[in-house]
């Protein structure tokens, strides 16, 4: 090597091994070497016993996959480049033309989009159809029915369905089923083991939110018991060249250790803006399925609710009719820490105004009509966000 930049490049220099420390290192690549050619054919990159390729894994990715397949009580994870991706993923895998999907009207809106758009024109159908009615869902699976999306609580409007009969139904008709479980986060309830001898096939997880924790990575996670089924998942992510940034992994590693006392966090500060919310005249509703009047209260209580139970950090009201969007709006702009924007699991309390006619089938028959506020708790005081949403209902009510 008679050239420095060989030299650089090819360096001998290589650190002792054994280093530990409390956060694990963070390996990037494209390309990964191998000894040998023989070495390079011999390595399979379908499990994790060897690296081919960066964008099958290196030790970071791997460390991220099996902690949260963990957290979910799993045994198998992929990680995508966004919750939504993860959604996408578990639809292109295992569907085929032809074939038809179930998702809750409740459903978190964008992938009900995609299957109202590319699937559709793909030749895959889907249905819509009640999460407060097991029957409703029985009544829609058909010979074509492949998969069936559950999620709870419901994105926005927080219904919490009855999870154990709905996999029931699922499995005697033999279809997949697969829970978003962005709000549970793994913390609230157990999705592979509901109890009854019941469990979803897969989850997705938007790491995005809870695990992140911070409001600046996008991350999704698709999780699984069974082998075979993450093989098939595994092929298309591996077809799809969904790949995430290292520094992003690091990122989730990081706050993972800290989720479960921020999910809690998050749950008490929900919890008492919501009682204190069901106290004003301004709001004709509030959503969240730890109230005892909120729809499906009693199937959170029986999966999430030992003790105090658990719930995260997001609720809704339905503001009295009497005002109108516009005043809603002007309220949502009058708060000062509650900040606009979508998405949640950070530490800055959120606000977004929904028009929920635009977003369901049919207007759920438990709510009053109105226009949706979600609130979302990031982890300021309590105290600081009640006098928020005070200064801010003054606003609504002068208005
Ligand atoms: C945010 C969210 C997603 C999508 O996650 P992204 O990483 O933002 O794509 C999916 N499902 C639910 C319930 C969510 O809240």
């Not at 009580?73 to 179930?102: F, M, N, R, W, Y």
């Not at 979803?200 to 991350?219: F, N, Q, R, W």
């Not at 979508?342 to 959120?350: N, T």
Request: net charge neutral; hydrophobic share 45%; charged share 20%.
């Amino acid at each position: 090597m008679n050239h420095k930049t060989t030299g650089l490049i090819h360096h001998p220099y290589v650190p002792p091994s054994g280093f530990e420390a409390p956060q694990p290192g963070v390996f990037k690549a494209s390309t990964v070497y191998f000894p040998s050619v023989a070495a390079m054919r011999r390595t399979e990159w379908k499990d994790k016993t060897g690296y081919t390729y960066g964008l099958h894994g290196t030790p970071t990715s791997y460390l991220l996959e099996e902690r949260i397949a963990t957290l979910e009580g799993g045994a198998q994870c992929l990680l995508a480049p966004s919750g939504l991706a993860a959604i996408a993923l578990v639809c292109l895998s295992l569907l085929k033309s032809g074939d038809e999907v179930l998702i809750p009207d409740n459903a978190y809106g964008p992938a009900k989009a995609l299957l109202r758009s590319e699937f559709r024109d793909w030749g895959i159908t889907h249905q819509v159809y009640d999460p407060m009615d097991p029957q409703d869902l029985a009544r829609r699976i058909g010979p074509q029915t492949r998969l069936v999306w559950l999620e709870a609580a419901g994105s926005v409007t927080l219904e919490f369905p009855d999870l154990v009969e709905q996999v029931r139904v699922c499995k005697a008709a033999s279809v997949s089923c697969a829970l978003d479980n962005t709000w549970g986060a793994g913390l609230a309830f157990n999705a592979f083991d509901l109890g009854a001898g019941q469990g979803v096939d897969l989850t997705i997880h938007a790491l995005t939110k809870y695990p992140s924790g911070g409001g600046d990575v996008l991350m999704g996670a698709v999780v699984t018991r069974d082998a075979a089924l993450h093989l098939r998942l595994k092929l298309t992510h591996m077809r799809l060249g969904l790949g995430v940034g290292m520094n992003d992994v690091e990122t989730v590693l990081r706050s993972l250790p800290s989720m479960a006392l921020r999910y809690a966090a998050h749950d008490r500060t929900a919890r008492a803006l919501a009682r204190w919310c069901q106290a004003r005249s301004e709001f004709s509703q509030v959503l969240h399925p730890a109230l005892p009047d909120s729809q499906g209260h009693a199937h959170w209580k029986a999966l999430c609710g030992d003790g105090e139970g658990r719930a995260g950090g997001l609720f809704s009201v339905i503001v009295h009719e009497r005002f109108s969007a516009a005043q809603v709006d002007a309220f949502c702009d009058a708060l000062q820490l509650f900040r606009i924007g979508y998405s949640w699991g950070g530490p800055v309390s959120l606000v977004v105004p929904y028009d929920l006619a635009t977003m369901r089938e049919r207007w759920p028959v438990a709510l009053a009509r109105g226009t949706l506020v979600r609130f979302s708790t990031g982890l300021e005081a309590v105290e600081d966000l009640q006098a928020d949403l005070a200064r801010a209902l003054a606003v609504l009510a002068a208005g």
